[in-house]
């Protein structure tokens, strides 16, 4: 089975810092663009980040840029999200999903099933 | 960044109705547009790719369309199911982003 597995959320404080994780099981891992998304309360899907499949392509939506880093350790089949100096807003369901091909048009194809993060004093 | 404006924010439906719901690009993205149906407390799930095509699996009353800068969602036989939220995103560049979601509730 095609499965990919977040787990890393938790409750920190302002300012704070946290690493999550996902495994990605049922295919070869090392061939997929992975990307980050993540939902606050109440809201809409909001892209993060994603990495290439070798990891030497790394991108970051702006409102986490210079703050969040992805990394990825192909030979576990693990994806990462290094978060620094969070804030309220970063408050939010986390998923990583799994990419496409270009002829197949990027789409996320497979989800994890979240993992929360809270940023709270 | 590429803005997706999504259209209606909500609706209303029965079971057996059409839904048709709307995504427009603020610039062209070709063909590379998706949808996502996503249901309280879950995960994401690929309904159609490439504006058209249907991800295996998805049942048949779902389709994609384009017609000029408009993207098209339509469930044709609405089912108890599909009462859910339905994202577009474009993948076309970075940011791959999403439109806001249309929620289909119960009439």
């Known amino acids: 089975e095609v499965r990919l597995v977040e787990s890393g959320g938790a409750l920190v404080q302002p300012g704070g810092s946290l690493r999550l994780s996902c495994s990605g099981s049922?295919?070869?891992?090392?061939?997929?663009?992975m990307h980050w998304v993540r939902q606050a309360p109440g809201k809409g899907l909001e892209w993060v980040s994603r990495?290439?499949?070798?990891?030497?392509?790394?991108d970051y939506a702006d409102s986490v840029k210079g703050r969040y880093a992805i990394s990825r350790d192909n030979a576990k089949g693990f994806l990462y999200l290094e978060m620094k100096t969070l804030r309220a807003e970063d408050t939010a369901v986390y998923y990583c999903?799994?990419?496409?091909?270009?002829?197949?048009?990027?789409?996320?194809?497979?989800w994890g099933q979240g993992t929360v993060v809270t940023v709270s004093s | 960044d590429i803005q997706m404006t999504q259209s209606p924010s909500s609706l209303s439906a029965s079971v057996g109705d059409r839904v048709t719901i709307t995504c427009r690009a603020s610039q062209s993205i070709s063909d590379f547009l998706n949808w996502y149906q996503q249901n309280p407390g879950k995960a994401p799930k690929l309904l159609i790719f490439g504006a058209s095509n249907l991800q295996s699996g998805v049942p048949a009353r779902f389709s994609g369309s384009k017609s000029g800068a408009d993207f098209t969602l339509t469930i044709t036989g609405l089912q108890p199911e599909d009462f859910a939220t339905y994202y577009c995103?474009?993948?076309?560049?970075?940011?791959?982003?999403f439109g806001q979601g249309t929620k289909v509730e119960v009439k």
């Open positions: 999903a799994r990419a496409t091909g270009d002829s197949t048009f990027r789409a996320f194809d497979i």
């Open positions: 049922g295919f070869t891992f090392k061939m997929y663009w």
């Open positions: 990495i290439y499949s070798d990891g030497s392509i790394r």
């Open positions: 995103q474009q993948t076309y560049n970075s940011p791959r982003t």
